[in-house]
């Protein structure tokens, strides 16, 4: 294995973790460019598959993608240095520099500024989800599935694990097989 | 704040906290915000090592700082109860079940099911269902952030920029915190 791939796994993962502010799914637009069109690991649809498994397993999404994505590019090695990429930062910044974070949390332009990055962080969501749409959103049947979906998750506040299995039910009865 | 907990510290073990932490890596579903009222349910409720204040305290700081919710609680719930070893030691016990399972996953079981025909179909439907989450995360986000017309300008300036410059996420996030600092002070506060 590659020194350099491991390298550039723990970095961008590392970058991910560093800038996932708020938890969710903050991390998708960011994965998507560090995965897919930074440095070309995967297609859309194989992300997509990751990110699928990642929610319907048990443990955090981002770490659970960070150790497939990790094992998919670099193997054990990978998954490995991905997932240490993504919680160093809480590691680093909370163990390190706890007392200068706090500082800065409790200053009013924190404030401010978490603001606005909140509010460039749900255009990043929104338009991840056109971008990824396009390779999840194929046909009729698909485009049914994801509508009804959606309707469901905006109106009610259930867990999206049951969006995914009903997800893998319909895909079930309705793939042009 | 580190030192309010330190009359129980010593007589947790730091296996105990590992232990702790790894039950609730691997028995909890859903991401961060399924993750932290099982945390609460545990930490705050059952074993008392936190009240509920201390907690609260956590929890703010939490979700103003980066990285991942449930990963960030546990490390501070972890510094409180041994210092920067119970941290770490809380930080291996929720990674290490997620580490476990999904290397299984990513090593034996996808190569097995991925050319299957029917798991196929089964990832045909499920790949718009998490589009969909993605697309509600973004909207219920939206709700609760974007009070008033600067933040919904601001995120429909950056939405544009983003789409026409197709620059790094990161850059977005930077631009748009900055612009925070301008517009943003308490107009847009949530």
Same mark, same amino acid.
């Given at each position: 294995?590659?020194?350099?791939l491991?390298?550039t796994l723990?970095?961008s993962f590392?970058?991910?973790?560093?800038?996932?502010?708020?938890?969710?799914?903050?991390?998708i637009?960011?994965m998507e460019a560090e995965v897919i069109t930074v440095h070309g690991w995967m297609n859309s649809s194989e992300f997509l598959d990751i990110i699928a498994v990642a929610?319907?397993?048990?443990?955090?999404?981002?770490?659970?993608a960070a150790t497939f994505i990790g094992y998919t590019t670099g193997?054990?090695?990978g998954s490995?240095?991905a997932?240490?990429?993504?919680?160093?930062?809480?590691?680093?910044?909370?163990?390190?520099?706890?007392?200068?974070?706090?500082?800065?949390?409790?200053?009013?332009?924190?404030?401010?500024?978490?603001?606005?990055?909140?509010?460039?962080?749900?255009?990043?969501?929104?338009?991840?989800?056109?971008t990824l749409?396009?390779s999840a959103?194929?046909?009729?049947?698909?485009?049914?599935?994801?509508?009804?979906?959606?309707?469901?998750?905006?109106?009610?506040?259930?867990?999206?694990?049951?969006?995914?299995?009903?997800?893998?039910?319909?895909?079930?009865?309705?793939?042009?097989? | 704040?580190?030192?309010?907990?330190?009359?129980?510290?010593?007589?947790?073990?730091?296996?105990?906290?590992?232990?702790?932490?790894?039950?609730?890596?691997?028995?909890?579903?859903?991401?961060?915000?399924?993750?932290?009222?099982?945390?609460?349910?545990?930490?705050?409720?059952?074993?008392?090592?936190?009240?509920?204040?201390?907690?609260?305290?956590?929890?703010?700081?939490?979700?103003?700082?980066?990285?991942?919710?449930? %990963?960030?609680?546990? *490390?501070?719930? @972890? =510094?409180?109860?041994?210092?920067? /070893?119970?941290?770490?030691?809380? $930080?291996?016990? #929720?990674?290490?079940?997620?580490?476990?399972?999904?290397?299984?996953?990513a090593?034996?079981?996808y190569?097995?099911?991925r050319?299957?025909?029917?798991?196929?179909?089964?990832f045909?439907?499920?790949r718009?269902?998490v589009?969909?989450?993605?697309?509600?995360?973004?909207?219920?986000?939206?709700?609760?952030?974007?009070?008033?017309?600067?933040?919904?300008?601001?995120?429909?300036?950056? %939405?544009?920029?983003? *789409?026409?410059? @197709? =620059?790094?996420?990161?850059?977005? /996030?930077?631009?748009?915190?900055? $612009?925070?600092? #301008?517009?943003?002070?308490?107009?847009?506060?949530?």
């Amino acid at each position: 294995m590659e020194i350099a791939l491991l390298f550039t796994l723990f970095i961008s993962f590392f970058r991910i973790g560093l800038f996932t502010i708020g938890g969710g799914y903050a991390m998708i637009p960011l994965m998507e460019a560090e995965v897919i069109t930074v440095h070309g690991w995967m297609n859309s649809s194989e992300f997509l598959d990751i990110i699928a498994v990642a929610e319907m397993t048990p443990g955090p999404v981002s770490i659970n993608a960070a150790t497939f994505i990790g094992y998919t590019t670099g193997g054990l090695l990978g998954s490995m240095f991905a997932t240490l990429g993504v919680i160093s930062p809480s590691l680093i910044l909370i163990l390190l520099l706890s007392r200068l974070l706090m500082k800065v949390i409790q200053n009013p332009s924190a404030t401010s500024f978490l603001n606005g990055l909140r509010s460039g962080l749900i255009a990043l969501i929104l338009l991840a989800s056109f971008t990824l749409g396009q390779s999840a959103v194929i046909d009729l049947p698909s485009a049914l599935i994801f509508a009804a979906l959606l309707i469901g998750s905006v109106l009610t506040k259930i867990s999206p694990l049951y969006f995914i299995a009903a997800g893998a039910t319909l895909g079930l009865i309705l793939f042009p097989y | 704040m580190q030192n309010q907990k330190t009359e129980n510290s010593n007589s947790l073990s730091l296996w105990t906290i590992l232990v702790t932490f790894l039950k609730i890596g691997a028995f909890t579903f859903g991401g961060g915000y399924a993750i932290l009222p099982v945390i609460k349910r545990e930490i705050v409720e059952n074993r008392k090592w936190v009240n509920d204040n201390v907690f609260s305290d956590i929890l703010i700081i939490t979700q103003g700082m980066p990285g991942q919710l449930a %990963l960030n609680s546990s *490390i501070q719930i @972890g =510094v409180r109860l041994r210092g920067t /070893l119970g941290g770490i030691t809380a $930080a291996m016990g #929720v990674t290490i079940p997620s580490f476990l399972i999904l290397l299984t996953i990513a090593a034996y079981l996808y190569p097995l099911i991925r050319d299957n025909i029917y798991m196929e179909a089964v990832f045909y439907g499920i790949r718009p269902a998490v589009v969909a989450l993605i697309a509600t995360a973004a909207i219920k986000m939206g709700r609760t952030i974007l009070h008033g017309w600067n933040g919904i300008i601001l995120c429909a300036v950056l %939405l544009v920029t983003a *789409i026409i410059t @197709g =620059v790094h996420p990161i850059l977005i /996030l930077l631009i748009g915190g900055l $612009a925070g600092l #301008v517009v943003c002070k308490g107009a847009c506060k949530q």
